[in-house]
């Protein structure tokens, strides 16, 4: 059996328009809190960490409503196109407020408050989108082609981040946002919305949802040895085995762990290379340009050879890359006044680092539970990802603000150890090669 490589794209187009909103999010918003609003890093690392407290309880509340949802449409369908409609138009509402307090307007709807308010708001409506759009994926895939299957979600995401960064590259360079009093990022902000609303509408039209998970639904009645969780009770509620739910625990604290490694680049970076060597927004989106350029090229071959060596073995060389790469980015950008074509390759290699964390770490979680329950476990992965969001922030942005902007790679790599040490404690949640084996009687799945 292949991995149906169409059907898999298009469920992307969700991952697609999550990423690129996050990449704008992480990148601008702390810009904006900072240099709009005059906010210290700390309170601003306080901001950006209240949007994943939401997400927090959200994303596993949706994850289970939408895995009992029967409609028409699918389980994940309605959530992920009305999700994506309220938070594109929301979008647009940043820059307006932005502008407006830049300018000196007055009144409440240009105030910090109004302005944390549509934040509020915003995030809300993407956790409601969030859970569904990650667990469609697995909806129409089969265990053991997860993994490949993830990999193609996350070349989509990764495809995302780049759209998004490379219109910021050649929209606002050095030279335009140097010495300037307000920069005015309403393009970014237009065009993000109306990425957003094209990639789902292409996906509301060309994928059948209902159809491919019904189908795939019978393949997992047909291998009753992919399903590791046991029975209760006579009611037939299924929980996890004592040794399962041990692995379970210690890998969504790996992902909260990596989460706040890598996080704490992705929300600080813009500001610490600003710091560091002045280069703004146009030097640090190049540089989340190569990471993510990298994490396109490695995605669908890490997935192949995920299912070779296995998932485990896979994240064991993500999250040792991830700790010696951030140890470098300390030496690289400390020792030198300008960004080094080293420092790309290292950006480069971070990109193919967290490809192979990524990957492979959801599947491992989903591999534990049954087809029923994926959108309330997708949930359970999101919220401990969010978990470490919401501490790394604030305690990075602390450390920045007593130690000095230079021990952000420290922390990250430190962390990144970290979460390689918990994943040694993982023992289940591994591929199943003898179950790809067994899936050549399905050959009509990919069709």
């Known amino acids: 059996m292949k991995l149906n490589y169409k059907n898999t794209f298009l469920c992307g187009l969700a991952f697609f328009t999550i990423m690129s909103f996050w990449q704008l999010y992480d990148n601008v918003i702390p810009l904006l809190l900072t240099n709009t609003f005059g906010l210290a890093k700390?309170?601003?690392?306080?901001?950006?960490?209240?949007?994943?407290?939401?997400?927090?309880?959200?994303?596993?509340?949706?994850?289970?409503?939408?895995?009992?949802?029967?409609?028409?449409?699918g389980?994940?369908?309605?959530?992920?196109?009305?999700?994506?409609?309220?938070?594109?138009?929301?979008?647009n509402l940043i820059p307006i407020i932005d502008n407006g307090h830049a300018a000196g307007n007055g009144g409440i709807f240009f105030s910090l408050p109004a302005f944390i308010?549509?934040?509020?708001?915003?995030?809300?409506?993407?956790?409601?989108?969030?859970?569904?759009?990650?667990?469609?994926?697995?909806?129409i895939t089969p265990k053991p082609l997860r993994s490949?299957?993830?990999?193609?979600?996350?070349?989509?995401?990764?495809?995302?981040?780049?759209t998004y960064l490379v219109f910021a590259a050649v929209m606002y360079p050095a030279s335009k946002t140097e010495n300037v009093g307000h920069v005015d990022y309403t393009p970014l902000f237009i065009f993000m919305s109306v990425i957003m609303v094209v990639a789902i509408v292409i996906m509301f039209k060309a994928l059948p949802e209902k159809a491919l998970f019904e189908k795939n639904e019978k393949i997992e009645k047909e291998h009753p040895e992919w399903d590791l969780t046991e029975k209760k009770d006579e009611s037939g509620k299924s929980i996890l085995p004592p040794e399962v739910k041990r692995s379970m625990i210690f890998l969504l604290l790996s992902v909260a762990l990596w989460y706040m490694a890598y996080n704490s680049v992705t929300t600080w970076f813009t500001t610490y290379i600003d710091d560091v060597m002045g280069k703004g927004l146009g030097g640090a989106s190049l540089c989340f340009l190569i990471a993510n350029g990298g994490a396109v090229i490695s995605y669908i071959p890490l997935g192949?050879?995920?299912?070779?060596?296995?998932?485990?073995?896979?994240?064991?060389?993500?999250?040792?890359?991830?700790?010696?790469?951030?140890?470098?980015?300390?030496?690289?950008?400390?020792?030198f006044t300008t960004i080094k074509p080293i420092t790309y390759a290292v950006f480069a290699l971070i990109g193919l680092a967290w490809a192979a964390i990524n990957v492979n770490s959801l599947p491992m979680c989903l591999e534990m539970c049954k087809g029923s329950d994926s959108g309330k476990f997708t949930g359970y992965y999101y919220a401990l990802s969010m978990s470490g969001q919401i501490l790394t922030?604030?305690?990075?942005?602390?450390?920045?603000?007593?130690?000095?902007?230079?021990c952000l790679f420290v922390y990250a790599a430190i962390f990144a150890l970290m979460s390689f040490l918990t994943m040694t404690l993982v023992k289940h949640?591994?591929?199943?090669?003898?179950?790809?084996?067994g899936l050549e009687a399905f050959e009509d799945f990919d069709s």
Do not use: H, W
Not at 117 to 139: E, K, N
């Open 42 to 73: 700390s309170y601003t690392g306080y901001i950006m960490a209240a949007d994943n407290v939401l997400a927090l309880f959200l994303l596993p509340l949706f994850g289970k409503i939408s895995d009992g949802t029967r409609s028409r449409y």
């Open 429 to 437: 949640g591994d591929v199943l090669g003898d179950s790809v084996k």
């Open 393 to 406: 922030p604030i305690l990075s942005g602390y450390l920045m603000e007593m130690a000095g902007v230079k």
């Open 117 to 139: 308010a549509v934040l509020g708001i915003l995030l809300v409506t993407m956790s409601v989108y969030r859970s569904p759009a990650v667990a469609l994926m697995p909806d």
């Open 304 to 335: 192949i050879i995920a299912s070779k060596i296995g998932r485990k073995k896979s994240i064991y060389f993500g999250t040792v890359l991830l700790t010696v790469c951030f140890g470098s980015c300390y030496f690289l950008t400390t020792m």
């Open 75 to 91: 389980r994940r369908m309605p959530y992920i196109v009305i999700g994506t409609v309220i938070a594109a138009a929301l979008l």
């Open 148 to 162: 490949q299957g993830n990999a193609i979600i996350n070349l989509m995401g990764a495809a995302g981040g780049i």
